[in-house]
């Protein structure tokens, strides 16, 4: 049986299947949503939803994603919804990134990811990137210190190894891990498994392999997704919600039919001769 639900602490409870932001800026991550209104319509949409776990980060726009969940937020009303953001990207353009992670300029960003996001504290801080110029211990010391201040509940990392995972664990303690991760790009299964044996939250990003496992016409995927009477996207989620308890997939889409079929694939539960199959599908 596999859990619903991922314990960050007693008051942070969520469903594993969560929603993650970056689709809703405009092309390349950059700049407003072509409309902006349907931006805020999905995120109103997810709110609504049993999705209790979002992920975004201050790069996505920079800024109109969460801008988006602020504008979002104003009108709901219902319980907790765990937001979890990221600090360390600068952006110099569309489909361009880079890392800083310079402790000032973390600082801000956290700051700035309170103001966009319209909280007074963050649920869960990942720092996107390690930045190698910079010790690891002035970037997690930093967010620690804005942990104590009370502007952090927990940090977290992204697109990290093991040993650089451990390194951080004897800085401060780490609660999750977002590296990519999907059916069909397991390069990081040991950080999985690392994950795993610490009861850290596994947060695979590209999750969907950017859609690609969404349109599989062929194959044991399709195939599987057709005894389900499901789509291709809800299978390779099942199998990600499947694969470890820890696992928390952050499908993104700016497609509300999109995000009703991927909550829905929490529901469905693959036999393990399925799981089996899917599993081959990287090897
Ligand atoms: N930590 C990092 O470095 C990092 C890097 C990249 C992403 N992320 C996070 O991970 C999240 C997920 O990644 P992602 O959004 O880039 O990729 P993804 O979830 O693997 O795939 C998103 C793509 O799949 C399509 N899609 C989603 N649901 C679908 C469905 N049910 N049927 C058909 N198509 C579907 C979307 O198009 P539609 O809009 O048409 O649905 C979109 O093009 C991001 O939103 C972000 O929060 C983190």
Do not use: C
Request: cysteine-free.
């Amino acid at each position: 049986m596999t859990a619903k639900t991922f314990q960050f602490d007693p008051e942070l409870v969520v469903n594993r299947l969560g929603y993650g932001t970056m689709q809703l800026p405009g092309k390349g991550v950059w700049g407003p949503a072509e409309n902006p209104e349907e931006a805020v319509a999905v995120m109103q949409a997810v709110l609504a939803s049993d999705v209790n776990f979002i992920d975004t980060a201050d790069s996505y726009g920079p800024f109109f994603a969460n801008l988006y969940v602020k504008e979002a937020l104003k009108t709901y009303r219902g319980p907790h919804k765990m937001i979890a953001t990221k600090v360390g990207f600068t952006r110099q353009g569309p489909g361009e990134w880079t890392v800083v992670g310079r402790p000032e300029y973390l600082r801000q960003q956290v700051e700035l990811n309170l103001w966009s996001l319209g909280l007074e504290s963050i649920d869960l801080l990942q720092l996107h990137r390690i930045d190698p110029a910079v010790s690891l211990e002035a970037q997690i010391g930093v967010l620690a210190d804005m942990q104590q201040e009370g502007k952090i509940k927990h940090i977290g990392l992204s697109q990290v190894s093991v040993s650089e995972l451990k390194q951080a664990q004897a800085i401060t303690p780490i609660v999750s891990v977002q590296n990519r991760y999907n059916l069909i790009d397991r390069h990081d299964e040991a950080v999985l498994n690392y994950a795993d044996e610490q009861g850290i939250a596994f947060i695979p990003w590209f999750p969907l392999a950017t859609g690609k496992l969404a349109t599989d016409e062929n194959g044991i995927l399709m195939q599987i997704a057709k005894t389900h009477q499901a789509q291709p996207a809800q299978i390779a989620l099942a199998w990600l919600l499947q694969r470890s308890d820890v696992i928390l997939p952050i499908p993104g889409t700016r497609n509300i039919a999109h995000l009703k079929a991927n909550i829905a694939a929490q529901e469905i539960v693959l036999t393990p001769a399925e799981f089996d199959q899917l599993s081959r599908l990287a090897d």
